[in-house]
């Protein structure tokens, strides 16, 4: 038996379990930005940013209110955005990833995806099709010369390949 509780009294019983059922798909797809997309793996580091405390104290005074510096407000809140970006942008690609698996995963040649230890079914998960399309992303930049950059780092390559080379000989 389980009980709910609101403390909207103008729900029913029914939307109650409605919004209950929808709070379920909100935490799975929290756990997926987390584990599998890394959403919330962010490490940008700004010395202006206070450290913050989750048991405030009352009384004391908020570690953002303590920033007087208008130049140091700024950095705090270009670090916040910053952070928000990232953690869209996680959302945005793990939104893309689920309309994007169900149509590449039953195309997959799911036995040259090395990484996988069994092969459950012919349809691949969210984290098998985006380390496919990861390594399909490496891949075809590796193949292609349009890109500047890739045209540096293959010169980068082949420098640092003959200096190995030839110490190597010595």
Do not use: W
């Not at 970006?85 to 997959?108: D, H």
């Not at 193949?143 to 200096?163: N, P, T």
Request: with cysteine.
């Amino acid at each position: 038996m389980s009980i709910f509780i609101s403390t909207d009294l103008n729900l029913s019983p029914e939307k109650i379990i409605e919004l209950y059922a929808k709070r379920f798909k909100i935490v799975c797809i929290f756990r997926e930005v987390k584990q599998s997309m890394g959403g919330f793996d962010y490490h940008f580091g700004n010395k202006s940013m206070p450290r913050l405390n989750y048991y405030h104290k009352k009384g004391v005074p908020h570690p953002l209110n303590e920033i007087k510096s208008e130049k140091e407000r700024l950095a705090v809140i270009t670090k916040i955005k910053t952070i928000e970006g990232y953690v869209l942008g996680s959302n945005i690609a793990l939104g893309l990833l689920q309309i994007l698996s169900p149509k590449l995963g039953t195309g997959v040649n799911l036995k040259k995806i090395h990484f996988l230890r069994t092969y459950s079914n012919d349809h691949a998960s969210n984290s098998t099709i985006r380390e496919y399309i990861r390594n399909l992303i490496f891949m075809m930049f590796s193949k292609s010369d349009y890109f500047s950059i890739i045209q540096i780092i293959k010169a980068k390559q082949k420098s640092d390949f003959f200096f190995v080379l030839a110490t190597s000989l010595d």
